[in-house]
């Protein structure tokens, strides 16, 4: 559901929250936060993440590349156990397959999509009111060590979702999701780092090449 | 006692009557219905159309739907919620929707996992038929996929995302509005600041809040619609207070409504009131007394109220339209009572009462007959507003000329005081200037001109019978409406599909057919999406068919399935559930029923109308439609399927009778001149119609050269033409040796009746100001060139 990408925009980027909910010290530390990682128009990192699922025996464990942009968006690239990428753009999500298939979804499409997308171009845009609408934000330690936690505001959403909690230093280091039913995923990020452009490769993901793409099989 | 005084006391016991019946009507209630919709007449040949049709206009016509914008998000959110707890203060709404309850997605859901093994999204379907299924990679997908939309399963229980895509592909959607902070929200970028910051420039992103309000009482109720108004307005005020920047969009059957209550009493008022005063002007002007003025309002006053009763009685109430012709009709029921007047002035000092009465009602009689007719062809339209019209028109202009008969030569016994000579120097100075000039030869020239000139203005007429001119679109609620829709997606209601089956399931599978052949519109582009019954619960056929489907490519290797869900980690007895359950479900069926008590039929529930007489029946709604043909055309040889398109057919049915108007013309014209023959033998009969018959041929020119479009309203309005034109060569070929006397009463009549039509002409509905503007012209025409008759009874007299 539309959680883990509301998650992942946050990982990303954390956001310069501003509420009355929070406390004049909450408050400083989360527009610290955001500033530190707002500077960076490129963010590269590795991530693991576990499955802890009631159905499954053992953990589900997914290993891969994430890149954001500030000017395209962000790029999931999963590369364990199977190879598949995800492209989160201004109004759609790109599938694409191991052998470069693409498979695109428009959020006018798919219920839910647009609010998700809105709330990421909220972050992006700096929009300090638009996170608080969808979630209580609590936040504690100091910008070298940090941790927030994310309580859905809908009723709707609390219905499968519980808890979203996001730690970290300069960049986001773990994002823990604990869903309704139990079932949880842990995020853990490492080598991330900052840069300004993105590389050729990359590009070819994100903006919609129909030409290129169409050669591939 | 005399004859003369037993008239007046047999009006005077009519005219208490006819008060007696009015004010029982009338006390304590007007009558008045605004129900535009009801002037429509049933226009499909399947009566479980127009049931249909009739469901959907209710479904729409009890809601009032408001979009709340601000540019940030939670002053939009606030005050949504502070306008709809406005709106609730007032009993006039019964519920308001603003906030959506959460909904449990397991109970959302449950209906199609019970089911879920006789159901496959058309996508799986085909893929599993050609065998193209990949089970371990669906499973690996489910399991690994970092993202998920909408509503999902567990992989306990849809492990390769069957039933999944089976949920994705229901077309749930037909809105743009998203769930926001528990509203129906949608955004748009626009240019903000109307009301308070008209400086910016910068387009911002505006949050709009869906708040839905049903009523408890009709919307074309005058209370309710009032009390809707009202409630609306403080609650916009209220919000607006605390933020400024705030926009309500609004629309709604009852505001539509209210405008065109509001607009037709406005106009009764105007055309009433502007009839009248311009009617005594022009009586005193002409006759410079009180008495005829008074018994002039006596006469119409009469005629008016015995119209209203005789309509409410046969109708149980009065359309508005009814009355804003009514108010049009003061002009043309004076005509009896201005021929007396005429008369009374004419004959000066030898006025006698009892034979000047004699002497004009043959005339009057003649012209009533004319007037009778044309109204009568009106009864005739399918048209259930024109036959009240008709019905009005006839009752008034009948007692209006009764008046005359009964109660007129009673109060006018004294000869005129004014001087015959001088009151009608003016039309004496013209007829004598017409007598002299105006030759039988000029006539024929005069004709023959007024000929030639219509031929190219008929060449360039073009007709219009778009449902428009029934139903007026105030611009600002028009315009508010179109935003309405454009942002949250909510459709236009009046084209769509009604399936039919002897069984529900013979519903279900005429259904499924049509939705594979819109599917295919749908790729064409030609609409944006469709909501049919099947999509949501598939025939019996087709849940056999998925059946077999998941028995033959999913469940038939259990050992291979086995040793899957193992390697993949799934518990024990999650792989035992999933192979338990696909045993017991044998056999079973989803119903319509099923599905109708499930949440996640909510929204869609209308689709199904269940039994009618011939069987049952559902409703399919096709979405943006940008090529209406090609969806009759996918319908016409589909069995139990019936394309609805009630605009469309309204607007058929207007060119239909716009036609058949045409027929009927001639043979009024025939009946007009065999009324005429009576009285004044072949040719006379026939000069008496030709000023009329050349004022039509004319009328239709003048609207070819102005390009006036033609609909069958200004038809209907010739009819009158017809009727009313010829009134007034019958008054000047009665005229006799009072001729400079008839024609002043003839240019009075004329000018009362033209001001009346005239006053119509500016009416905002098209069907009346198009009826207006007609009789305008068509009258107008026809009493210029009335005095030829004149000219050729001078050398027969």
């Known amino acids: 559901m539309q959680r883990k990408i509301i998650t992942l925009a946050l990982a990303l980027l954390t956001v310069v929250f501003s509420s009355t909910a929070v406390s004049a010290a909450e408050v400083d530390l989360l527009n610290k936060i955001g500033h530190k990682i707002e500077q960076h128009a490129v963010i590269r990192a590795e991530f693991t993440q576990t499955k802890q699922m009631q159905a499954l025996k053992r953990p589900l464990i997914t290993t891969g590349k994430l890149t954001y942009s500030r000017s395209y968006g962000v790029l999931w690239q999963i590369l364990q156990p199977y190879n598949i990428s995800y492209v989160l753009g201004e109004d759609k999500i790109i599938e694409i397959d191991a052998n470069g298939l693409r498979k695109e979804r428009s959020f006018r499409d798919v219920p839910g999509l647009a609010q998700v997308g809105r709330v990421f171009r909220a972050i992006l845009g700096a929009n300090v009111s638009a996170l608080n609408t969808y979630f209580e934000v609590t936040a504690q330690g100091d910008t070298d060590k940090w941790k927030l936690a994310l309580i859905p505001r809908q009723q709707q959403l609390l219905k499968s979702l519980s808890l979203i909690e996001l730690s970290g230093g300069q960049f986001v280091e773990t994002i823990i999701i604990t869903e309704a039913s139990g079932d949880t995923a842990t995020l853990r990020f490492r080598k991330t780092l900052g840069a300004t452009d993105l590389i050729d490769t990359e590009l070819q993901l994100f903006s919609t090449p129909t030409a290129s793409l169409k050669t591939t099989p | ?797």
């Open chain 2, 1 to 797: 006692m005399n004859a003369v005084k037993i008239r007046a006391y047999l009006w005077l016991v009519l005219a208490l009557g006819v008060a007696g019946i009015c004010t029982m009507q009338f006390y304590n209630k007007f009558p008045l219905q605004t129900n535009l919709l009801l002037l429509l007449p049933p226009t499909e040949r399947n009566p479980v159309a127009e049931y249909a049709v009739q469901k959907l206009a209710d479904i729409a016509g009890n809601r009032a739907v408001f979009l709340i914008g601000h540019p940030s998000s939670e002053p939009a959110t606030i005050a949504a919620k502070a306008f709809s707890t406005s709106l609730g203060e007032h009993q006039v709404f019964r519920k308001i929707i603003a906030d959506i309850p959460a909904v449990d997605p397991k109970q959302w859901t449950e209906v199609y996992l019970q089911h879920q093994f006789n159901l496959l999204a058309d996508a799986d379907r085909s893929l599993l038929m050609n065998g193209n299924v990949n089970l371990e990679n669906r499973l690996q997908q489910k399991l690994y996929a970092p993202f998920q939309f909408g509503l999902t399963l567990s992989p306990a229980d849809d492990p390769f995302g069957f039933t999944d895509a089976w949920i994705a592909s229901l077309p749930l959607k037909n809105l743009k509005l998203e769930p926001e902070n528990g509203m129906l929200v949608t955004h748009s970028v626009e240019q903000w600041g109307a009301g308070n910051d008209k400086t910016g420039t910068n387009k911002t992103d505006i949050t709009w809040v869906f708040v839905s309000a049903e009523l408890t009482g009709s919307a074309y109720d005058n209370q309710v619609q009032q009390q809707v108004i009202d409630a609306v307005r403080v609650a916009e005020t209220k919000i607006k207070q605390h933020y400024p920047a705030t926009e309500v969009l609004r629309t709604g059957t009852v505001f539509y409504a209210e405008t065109a209550r509001a607009n037709a009493e406005r106009e009764v008022d105007l055309i009433g009131a502007g009839s009248l005063v311009g009617m005594l002007a022009l009586l005193y002007l002409v006759f410079r007394s009180i008495r005829p003025l008074a018994l002039g309002l006596l006469s119409v006053g009469f005629g008016i109220s015995a119209a209203l009763a005789a309509t409410v009685w046969f109708y149980g109430e009065i359309h508005l339209i009814t009355l804003v012709f009514g108010a049009s009709l003061i002009g043309e029921a004076i005509d009896y009572a201005i021929q007396y007047f005429a008369a009374h002035l004419g004959a000066g000092d030898t006025w006698e009462p009892e034979s000047g009465l004699r002497r004009i009602a043959p005339g009057l009689t003649v012209a009533l007959s004319t007037s009778l007719l044309g109204y009568s062809a009106l009864t005739l339209a399918p048209f259930p507003a024109l036959s009240q019209i008709g019905l009005f028109a006839v009752v008034g202009l009948g007692s209006a000329w009764l008046t005359v008969f009964l109660l007129l030569p009673t109060f006018l016994v004294k000869p005129n005081s004014r001087d015959p000579e001088l009151a009608v120097a003016g039309p004496k100075f013209l007829l004598n200037w017409w007598q002299a000039h105006i030759t039988k030869r000029a006539c024929y020239v005069i004709a023959a001109f007024i000929l030639v000139v219509s031929i190219p203005g008929w060449l360039q007429l073009h007709a219009d019978d778009d449902v428009h001119l029934l139903i007026t679109r105030p611009p600002l609620l028009a315009s508010q409406e179109s935003k309405i829709r454009e942002l949250s997606g909510i459709g236009n209601s009046s084209q769509f599909f009604l399936v039919e089956g002897k069984t529900a399931d013979e519903v279900l599978v005429n259904e499924e057919k049509l939705t594979a052949r819109l599917a295919a519109l749908a790729e064409q582009g030609k609409i944006s999406s469709y909501q049919g019954i099947s999509s949501f619960v598939p025939s019996i056929a087709t849940q056999q068919k998925n059946r077999e489907l998941w028995s033959a490519h999913v469940f038939s290797d259990v050992g291979l399935l086995n040793a899957m869900f193992e390697s993949a980690g799934l518990r024990d007895e999650v792989i035992k559930n999933q192979i338990d359950t696909f045993k017991a479900s044998e056999g079973s069926i989803l119903s319509i029923e099923d599905w109708l008590k499930s949440p996640i039929s909510a929204s869609t529930r209308n689709l199904w109308l269940g039994q009618t007489h011939h069987g049952f029946a559902a409703l399919g709604l096709p979405q943006g439609i940008n090529d209406v043909d090609s969806l009759r055309d996918i319908a016409a040889d589909l069995k139990g399927i019936t394309f609805v398109d009630k605009a469309g057919s309204i607007s058929e049915l207007l060119k239909n009778y716009r036609e058949w108007g045409s027929l009927w013309i001639l043979g009024l014209i025939a009946l007009v001149y065999g009324v005429l023959f009576v009285r004044y033998r072949g040719l006379q009969a026939f000069v008496i119609m030709t000023p009329t018959l050349l004022a039509i041929s004319l009328t239709f020119g003048v609207f070819g050269y102005l390009h006036i479009p033609l609909s069958l309203f200004n038809i209907m309005a010739l009819m009158l033409v017809l009727g009313v034109g010829v009134n007034y060569s019958i008054f000047l070929r009665e005229g006799g040796v009072h001729a400079a006397a008839s024609l002043a009463g003839v240019f009075l009549s004329a000018g009362t009746t033209l001001l009346s039509f005239g006053l119509l002409a500016f009416s905002s509905m098209q069907a009346l100001s198009s009826f207006g503007l007609t009789l305008l012209i068509g009258v107008g025409i026809a009493v210029l060139v009335a005095p030829m008759v004149l000219t050729f009874e001078s050398k027969h007299a």
